[in-house]
């Protein structure tokens, strides 16, 4: 066992696949070859495959796998053309919702305060947030001080926001630390330098809101076959958040089933 404790692993399908019979099948295929003993499995597909995605989970009566959505809106209800809320995610099974994933904060200029709000919507709803934060490369290149001012601006206005608001602070809450710069790139960030930047946020976390708060840290950005285990034996880990990865089933099961 990599993991101390049973890992969280999300499989962020991002835009992905084409078409709801794919949708189905990748499941399905997850469903037949992954040992859920060991991990606590959430899938959070293009929001359209949902609804068919929870009707397949319930006839499956896979145990520990769970439902996200990859966004929601920082509203509850309302004229907000385009949009889809909480309570509507919820509906359809989802217990996760990704939040300020760094494609959206780069190509849908979502900012730390949305993020933040967004983030509150989801704790308020009993929705548990996984919130992305991240260094792009220009930021990695300024050095380990500038990397650590980013993340903590990053989590600064999620953390004002979750101490002073009556949330329950019971709640799982995941942080997802994902450097921009790894995503889809196939360039993990080295294993030691992982730990260090988790461990970081983990402090400014413990920190910030002066109270255990029920926080995991995962890994994301180009988690693959040939570098899981290495990052997976990082004691600042608690799970991984796989994007590329998580549409290879066999490369997939391969990850999930040797945590
Ligand atoms: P990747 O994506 O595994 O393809 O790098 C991770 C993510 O964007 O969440």
């Known amino acids: 066992m990599l993991f101390k404790e049973k890992p969280i692993i999300v499989a962020n399908w991002k835009m992905n696949p084409i078409n709801s ?13 992954i040992n859920f003993n060991n991990i606590n499995l959430v899938v959070a597909p293009p929001v359209i495959y949902l609804e068919l995605l929870k009707t397949l989970l319930i006839s499956s009566k896979v145990n520990n796998i769970y439902l996200s959505s990859q966004n929601i809106c920082s509203e509850y209800v309302g004229a907000f053309t385009g949009e889809i809320s909480v309570g509507m995610v919820k509906d359809v099974g989802c217990k996760y919702t990704i939040i300020g994933h760094s494609e959206r904060r780069q190509y849908y200029q979502e900012t730390n305060e949305l993020i933040a709000k967004k983030c509150l919507t989801a704790l308020n709803s009993k929705l548990i947030p996984i919130v992305c934060v991240g260094e792009t ?3 990695l290149e300024q050095g380990e001080m500038e990397v650590k001012s980013i993340l903590n601006k990053q989590l600064k206005f999620i953390l004002d926001d979750y101490a002073n608001q009556s949330v329950d602070k019971n709640l799982e809450f995941l942080i997802a630390y994902e450097p921009v710069w790894a995503i889809g790139s196939g360039l993990s960030a080295d294993a030691s330098y992982i730990n260090n930047i988790c461990g970081y946020i983990r402090e400014a976390i413990t920190n910030a809101t002066d109270s255990k708060i029920n926080v995991k840290i ?3 950005g180009s988690v693959n076959k040939d570098n899981f285990k290495s990052i997976f034996a990082l004691p ?7 994007g590329g990865g998580s549409l290879i089933p066999s490369e997939f099961a391969t990850i999930c089933n040797n945590c």
């Not at 019979?21 to 070859?33: F, Q």
């Not at 600042?236 to 796989?242: P, Q, S």
């Open 21 to 33: 019979k794919e949708a189905k099948e990748l499941l399905d295929l997850y469903i037949k070859t």
């Open 218 to 220: 995962l890994y994301g």
């Open 236 to 242: 600042n880990i608690n799970g991984a958040l796989i």
């Open 137 to 139: 490369k220009q930021q």
